[in-house]
């Protein structure tokens, strides 16, 4: 599985988290998308998913990857909130030194 974006924190290119909107409400792209998660069992992996699409926040219960679901549009806020969380559980904590505040992670598309 190719994610739609990397993100990855300037200071150490090490921590990375993957970001997959999955977006798209056809019944076999979904199908095929949560068993692709499942399969990828993929502790960096964040999906961002639209809740008007006809999957439930149970199809992603046993993966290993994190789950945000949004109305309208993803909340900046909080997806950057959950990189950090995530980063900080797989990673552990920065180092001192590497603490830049704000700007710490660039975007890369995969396309």
């Not at 970001?19 to 399969?39: D, I, M, Q, S, T």
């Not at 439930?56 to 990857?65: C, K, P, R, V």
Request: glycine share 4%; charged share 35%; net charge positive.
């Amino acid at each position: 599985m190719v994610p739609d974006f990397v993100l990855v924190d300037t200071k150490d290119e090490n921590r990375r988290i993957l970001l997959e909107l999955v977006g798209f409400w056809h019944p076999n792209y979904l199908r095929r998308k949560v068993e692709k998660v499942h399969a990828a069992n993929c502790a960096h992996l964040l999906l961002l998913v639209y809740k008007g699409l006809n999957v439930t926040e149970e199809a992603f219960q046993d993966a290993a990857s994190q789950v945000i679901f949004f109305q309208q549009k993803p909340v900046l806020k909080e997806v950057m909130e959950t990189v950090e969380e995530m980063a900080e559980r797989i990673y552990g904590p920065r180092r001192k030194n590497e603490h830049r505040g704000k700007k710490r992670r660039t975007l890369k598309s995969k396309e």
